[in-house]
């Protein structure tokens, strides 16, 4: 038994760490898109496939016999591709997949299907906004240059990204009072966020719940049906199944 762990998240270094205390045989992927990723205590490879026959050239090339994708709920393009080359290939698949946060008393979310919905939900006029989506869709905003937009990356962009910008450069996961001063301190009236689910980027939603600040919430994008489990102990119990059954 072989495992590729598609990662990412916070979930899959936790399971990395748990694969590795019990000498699981597994390759840790990154997508490369920050500069300095978290390191694992796993064989790590960093970069993209090259579509679903690139996958199935690895899997192939690297007797992987179990995929786990615990990549963020956003990385649509490749958990469909790890969907498409396991079905190819005949490799047994799993999601591990936080559950995605959830609308409360008090929280005023506007919900829209995609980037495009995001930037068409922003008001006319000039509003500051807490865009806490990444790096790799800002460009959309260009559209709407009239507002002050808030990023927090993890790297520092290599050129501006829009034209009325503060940068902070931090990684997570973030507490509740920092990011009420931080909402607070730039006047935040708005927050672009995607439904990633998960504790660590959470605590942008209870700030902004004390603040009456509006939240655009993306939604997840749609994927092909899949196992999903929600622990790192029901992945483990998974594999100790397949390995029962002499896979």
């Not at 760490?17 to 300095?36: I, M, P």
């Not at 995001?118 to 806490?132: G, N």
């Not at 937009?149 to 920092?178: E, H, K, M, W």
Request: glycine share 8%; hydrophobic share 45%; charged share 15%.
């Amino acid at each position: 038994m072989r495992t590729l762990l598609l990662g990412g998240t916070t979930e899959a270094s936790q399971l990395a760490t748990a694969l590795a205390a019990q000498g699981v045989d597994a390759v840790f992927s990154y997508a490369g898109r920050t500069a300095n990723p978290v390191p694992q205590p796993l064989p790590t490879r960093i970069g993209g496939f090259g579509g679903v026959a690139g996958l199935c050239d690895y899997l192939r090339a690297n007797s992987i016999t179990h995929i786990i994708d615990a990549t963020h709920p956003f990385a649509a393009q490749m958990s469909r591709n790890a969907v498409d080359a396991s079905l190819a290939c005949g490799v047994q698949l799993l999601a591990l997949e936080r559950a995605p946060w959830q609308v409360t008393s008090g929280d005023h979310w506007i919900h829209v299907p995609n980037i495009a919905g995001a930037v068409a939900a922003l008001p006319d006029t000039p509003a500051r906004v807490f865009l806490a989506i990444g790096k790799q869709t800002l460009d959309a905003f260009a559209t709407k240059p009239q507002h002050h937009y808030l990023l927090r990356l993890v790297d520092p962009p290599t050129s501006q990204p829009l034209p009325n910008t503060t940068v902070i450069i931090a990684r997570g996961p973030f507490d509740i009072a920092s990011d009420t001063a931080l909402l607070r301190g730039n006047k935040i009236t708005h927050i672009v966020a995607k439904n990633a689910g998960g504790a660590g980027a959470a605590a942008k939603l209870h700030a902004a719940r004390a603040l009456g600040v509006a939240v655009i919430m993306i939604d997840r994008p749609t994927l092909p049906p899949r196992r999903i489990v929600a622990s790192v102990a029901q992945v483990l119990a998974w594999l100790g199944h397949s390995a029962d059954r002499g896979v």
